[in-house]
């Protein structure tokens, strides 16, 4: 069985964890060490059976936990070198392995494939994790813009977690300064629900039968909103799509199991 772990997305911390093989491997540690345990313990996800983390890039929503984390669990982190030279200090006590864009590495029961996004950090990655069961897990937030990797690289997916950071009038009339709202809405900012949903479309086919809908603003954005945009480019596919949550993590997904209704 491959299951997916959504412990936690938004501005303030991000986390999740693919589970398959008697295995778990953790994607971002956004959270503190505690509260990843805590919210791993609410969803029955037993961190004794983590192998691995890896970390999309260095930014503190995805990291803050990291270091503490993999010491605590006895694990590698997995990162881009870029991430792990922006880290420094900060992975002190952690074994680093690093990642290298389009390549495929071998971890376990999993294998990881990861390519470049344009969000404006120091080499951030959009990340598949494929399972011994034959799961294709996407991760794609902090995106900047969907380039022609990130399209490629999401290609076949069963589940996929994707950024759906703000509505674009909520981000106007949010405010925040302009600058504020230029890098936010830039090319090397987040994704918009429009942008998520145009992203989304390509990518959809029989098999995609979870999109969760992550990263998203408290301040410029709403779950009614992102869900509006997706609907509109699902359309008839049997595809369940959830929003993940910052302050409380979602009942744990079996990805074997027959796609279901949309929820929130």
């Given at each position: 069985m491959s299951t997916l772990h959504i412990l936690g997305s938004g501005s303030g911390g991000n986390a999740f964890a693919v589970s398959a093989g008697g295995e778990t491997l953790l994607?971002?540690?956004?959270?503190s060490a505690r509260?990843?345990?805590r919210r791993a313990e609410m969803v029955g996800l037993d961190l004794s059976r983590a192998t691995g983390l890896?970390?999309?890039?260095e930014h503190g929503d995805h990291t803050?936990?990291?270091?503490?984390?993999?010491?605590?669990?006895?694990?590698?982190v997995y990162a881009s070198a870029g991430t792990i030279g922006a880290l420094g200090s900060r992975l002190n006590g952690a074994e680093l392995r690093p990642l290298t864009p389009f390549g495929d590495h071998r971890h376990g029961t999993f294998a990881?494939?990861?390519?470049?996004?344009?969000?404006?950090?120091?080499?951030?990655?959009?990340?598949?994790v494929?399972?011994?069961?034959?799961?294709?897990?996407?991760?794609?937030?902090?995106?900047?813009?969907?380039?022609?990797?990130v399209r490629y690289l999401l290609q076949g997916c069963h589940a996929l977690v994707l950024e759906a950071n703000h509505d674009e009038v909520l981000l106007r009339t949010s405010g925040y300064p302009p600058v504020v709202q230029e890098r936010i809405a830039g090319t090397t900012g987040h994704l918009s629900n429009r942008a998520a949903a145009d992203l989304l479309e390509p990518l959809l086919h029989p098999g995609l039968g979870t999109v969760v809908l992550a990263h998203l603003s408290e301040r410029c954005n709403t779950a009614a909103?992102?869900?509006?945009?997706?609907?509109?480019?699902?359309?008839?596919?049997?595809?369940r799509i959830v929003v993940a949550a910052q302050e409380a993590p979602l009942p744990s997904i079996d990805l074997a199991s027959a796609p279901v209704a949309e929820s929130v």
């Open positions: 994607v971002d540690a956004g959270f509260e990843i345990a890896i970390l999309t890039h803050s936990g990291a270091a503490r984390l993999a010491r605590q669990l006895d694990i590698p990881v494939e990861v390519c470049p996004t344009a969000h404006d950090a120091a080499e951030p990655l959009a990340v598949v494929r399972t011994g069961m034959g799961h294709r897990i996407g991760f794609a937030y902090d995106l900047g813009r969907p380039t022609t990797a909103h992102a869900m509006t945009e997706i609907r509109r480019v699902v359309g008839a596919h049997q595809t």
